[in-house]
């Protein structure tokens, strides 16, 4: 049996929210159903929906509950549909759901609304009549407000004078935003026309470098942004940051539509983040096992979180809590020891082997002729400096593991390969051992091994934007459940759920009010400016013998990598 709790908020919207069963009601943000108030105890209340028309309250303070305006009421009992509580200013009405196997509790604060009621005047208990007042203000602000300003701003006045007068700034509905304060006294920058709207021509004549909103001209026609006005969304006088649009009406007039949301191919409709979202649908790499090629899927709600980095690193082993066996002894290994962040970046540098896994994993081996160190990322060169080795007898050949056998890093990186039976090639050296360990490998029509190179984003949630500089205070395994995975298949992102555990809806008084521009940027093309768009150029003769050319979807690489690392790593961010 479902229990239905519905708050109306202040705006005049209700927050509905839906329990299995039972749900605690008190004070404290722990519980399921918060209420406000002195008189209301830190937990008060457990509901639990009996039947369709009966609930069980079971009072958790000695504070008790007044039932139909009756005695307070202790302990345990049974309220049905048409009955009240009365937790502290708070009351609670017991009423029938649409659907049989749900009941409804409507929470009302009559506290606030009895205070807004003894706190009204009206004009007629002040013993004035409604019309001459009314006509005496309509004068007084024509003259001041509207005949005045416009008599001096034609007259040059001192400015000891005209700082006493009315002047066009009695015009002005609020403060300028930030980004146009330089233009406070210049209002005909943007008011060019007096009573008429701000024009776009005014906007472009300082923003003509904008590009516009949508590269798709059928969806920006659809969705009637090509003949919206640029001050329809971008409002001015409303604060420091009013121009930029924050009201989740900007976003969700489109994509609060179910019928929308299948025409574009969307997870679902999005209203609220903490009400109604679709689920994440990261993006990320597939390999093809039989050709080897690479291209991005973005996953349906409810397949298996994976990707292919085409890398073998095991989490857990590298932050097993006793410590590695490290370059200078055991090591007891952090999240920041590989993924710190650098300054003035949203994310983290690249991980590359110079850095961060040679300490431990360093390509040294031992022959009889002294050391010999294998460079990194060049197979090539491997090779070649391992063969003649193996030709002279300078380096036994070693009896190798097998690839599923998995070691710690230390150890990996510890082991004597000049100690053990002559049995492996170069080949098995290298692909099962030597590089193996941490890298995949593809056959070659020549018989010899090809290693994969390494394709990892620094982004899975494409459509989104992710900073990890407000979350500092949260610990990396709150979000990451990096110390429980053993494959770098694992896509670590964590699920919406525990976003939401911390982010509220825009109107959210509970957790982080959350508007869909702090994860979403709006649509932005990466072609033509605002304004029309220029004519397509004449292609250009391609030779005869010229290659033939790369699609653009095949020629663009996966996501954004601005710094690569060793072995073509890229800048995972963690799903910014």
């Known amino acids: 049996m479902q229990l239905i709790v519905r708050i109306p908020r202040r705006d005049g919207s209700v927050r509905e929210s839906q329990h299995d069963g039972a749900a605690t009601v008190g004070r404290a943000p722990a519980n399921a159903v918060v209420l406000t108030g002195l008189r209301v105890a830190a937990q008060h209340l457990r509901l639990t929906a009996l039947a369709a028309d ?37 009351r609670l009405a017991v009423q029938a759901a649409e659907s049989g196997d749900a009941l409804r509790v409507l929470a009302t604060d009559t506290g606030n609304a009895d205070r807004l009621q003894r706190s009204r005047l009206s004009l007629g208990d002040t013993g004035l009549r409604m019309r001459r007042p ?28 005209a700082r006493l007068l009315p002047t066009e700034r009695l015009w002005s509905s609020g403060p300028l935003s930030h980004a146009h ?13 007096l009573f008429v709207a701000v024009r776009d021509s005014s906007c472009l004549s300082c923003h003509g470098g904008i590009r516009h909103h949508m590269a798709d001209a059928g969806l920006l026609k659809d969705t ?17 940051h009013a121009v930029l649009p924050a009201h989740p009406a900007t976003c969700t007039d489109c994509h609060g539509s179910e019928t929308r949301s299948r025409q574009w191919q969307l997870g679902g409709a999005a209203v609220d983040f903490a009400d109604r979202h679709p689920a994440f649908r990261p ?24 990707d292919d980095p085409g890398l073998k690193f095991p989490h857990d082993l590298h932050l097993d809590p006793a410590g590695i066996r490290g370059a ?33 994993h360093a390509l040294k081996l031992e022959t009889a002729a002294g050391p010999l160190t294998v460079p990194h990322g060049d197979l090539a060169t491997a090779r070649a400096l391992l063969q003649p080795a193996f ?18 890093p230390g150890e990996q990186a510890e082991r004597d390969l000049d100690t053990r039976a002559a049995t492996g090639t170069v080949d098995d050296l290298i692909e099962r051992g030597l590089c193996g360990s941490c890298h995949q490998f593809s056959p070659r029509p020549d018989g010899l091994a090809e290693l994969i190179k390494p394709r990892l984003r620094s982004s899975w949630l494409v459509h989104a934007q992710f900073s990890h500089a407000p979350h500092q205070w949260v610990a990396c395994k709150d979000c990451h459940g990096a110390a429980q995975s053993s494959h770098a298949e694992d896509l670590l992102l964590p699920p919406m759920t525990g976003c939401q555990s911390c982010h509220g809806g825009a109107g959210d008084d509970r957790r982080i009010p959350s508007t869909c521009i702090d994860c979403h940027r709006f649509h932005q093309a990466e072609g033509p400016v605002m304004g029309p768009a220029p004519k397509p150029a004449a292609p250009a003769a391609t030779p005869a013998d010229a290659p033939p050319a790369v699609p653009a979807e095949a ?17 995972p961010a963690g799903g910014g």
């Open 391 to 408: 030709d002279k007898g300078l380096l036994a050949r070693p009896e190798l593991p097998e690839p599923a056998a998995r070691r710690r």
């Open 181 to 193: 304060r330089h233009l406070q006294d210049r209002c005909d920058s943007c008011h060019d026309t």
């Open 134 to 161: 009314a006509l005496i203000g309509a004068v007084a602000v024509l003259l001041l407000a509207l005949l005045l300003p416009l008599l001096f701003r034609a007259l040059p006045l001192p400015a000891s004078v």
């Open 224 to 240: 009637g942004l090509d003949s919206s006005r640029c001050a329809s969304c971008h409002l001015e006088h409303g604060g420091p």
């Open 54 to 90: 009966r609930l069980g309250v079971e009072c958790l303070s000695s504070i008790g509950v007044r039932l139909n305006d009756g005695p307070v009421v202790t302990g345990a009992f049974e309220a049905r549909v048409g009955d009240h509580l009365e937790v502290g200013s708070w």
């Open 328 to 360: 200078k002894g055991r090591e007891v290994l952090q999240c920041a020891s590989c993924h710190a962040a650098a300054r003035g970046e949203p994310g983290f540098p690249a991980i590359r082997y110079e850095t961060h896994c040679q300490s431990c």
């Open 555 to 571: 020629a663009a690489p996966v996501a954004a990598e601005p710094r690569a690392g060793a072995g073509g790593t890229a800048l």
């Open 283 to 306: 993006t990320v790499n597939h390999r093809d096992p039989a050709t080897g090629a690479w291209s991005e899927q973005r996953l349906a709600p409810d397949a298996p979180p994976r």
